[in-house]
């Protein structure tokens, strides 16, 4: 198993405060890695960096490098529209466009250049199929994205990332506003999804890291203070801080 994205002592500062205190975390191939850790220890700060969202946050600054294969994703000259095409993300609550469920799917392939209609068909079909939406928005492809449940927004959202084919996907606790069946379908889908991408997902869910993770990443503080299997993690973690996050007495 390869190691397709990595980070090597990374750093985030918003302005004097340093939120992300010089990361190495590599991230195994066809895997899910768990982030995990209490609020405020800068989960979602590195999750941004992955794909160059802090890019767009005035005061965001940023040390360390950030590898996908061998190339750094900061490195002057990247196309940062070509980096999120491979690197995909979902944030916490469903965000779809003000369009139809189809349009919704389609707006990427068409903004890099896809016309071809049968072929936008196609990929807006594969790409509902393997976010687990299909059968329930076949017959309701032009009516809008807003009309479809929380549940159903959240994986039209993971459809929408899907649709540009990325290599990685990048999670920011997607299921934490939405009921248990559909949390439940984002875990399954999850664990379909890591046959063909790599995975990174933030959540405040214990249950959750248990159930759809192979990796986790307990930050602290804006450190990485543990991180291995999490079957290992989680039964029997190394350093008694993780144990105590893990057992909820704090958090
Ligand atoms: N846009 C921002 N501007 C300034 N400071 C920020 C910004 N976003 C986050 N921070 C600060 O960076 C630190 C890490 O925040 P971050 O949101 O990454 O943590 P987190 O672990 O994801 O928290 P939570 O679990 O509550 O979402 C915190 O001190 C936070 O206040």
């Known amino acids: 198993m ?3 994205l990595r980070t090597q002592n990374l750093k985030v500062y918003y302005g004097q405060n340093e939120a992300v205190k010089g990361i190495d975390l590599n991230f195994a191939e066809n895997s899910v890695t768990a982030l995990i850790g209490p609020s405020g220890c800068g989960k979602s700060t590195f999750l941004r960096s992955l794909n160059r969202m802090n890019d767009e946050i005035a005061d965001a600054r940023q040390t360390g490098n950030i590898w996908i294969g061998d190339q750094d994703i900061n490195a002057p000259g990247t196309d940062v529209t070509v980096l999120r095409q491979k690197i995909g993300m979902v944030w916490q609550r469903p965000n779809p466009f003000y369009k139809s469920i189809y349009d919704n799917i389609a707006f990427g392939p068409k903004y890099h250049g896809i016309r071809n209609k049968k072929e936008l068909d196609r990929i ?18 032009s009516s809008s994205a807003l009309s479809l449940s929380g549940g159903q927004q959240q994986r039209l959202c993971i459809a929408r990332a899907l649709s540009v084919n990325p290599s990685i996907l990048l999670l920011d606790e997607p299921a934490s506003a939405l009921d248990p069946v559909s949390t439940s379908k984002i875990e399954e889908l999850i664990t379909e999804l890591k046959q063909s991408l790599t995975i990174a997902i933030v959540t405040h869910n214990m249950q959750q890291a248990a159930r759809v993770s192979d990796y986790t990443a307990y930050f602290y503080l804006g450190t990485l203070m543990e991180y291995g299997k999490t079957e ?3 039964t029997n973690p190394t350093k008694p801080n993780t144990q105590e996050y893990i057992s909820g007495r704090f958090g």
């Not at 807006?124 to 492809?141: C, G, I, M, Q, Y």
């Open 2 to 4: 390869t190691d397709l």
């Open 124 to 141: 807006v079909e594969e790409s509902l199929r393997k976010a687990a939406l299909w059968d329930e928005v076949k017959d309701r492809l």
């Open 232 to 234: 290992i993690m989680f």
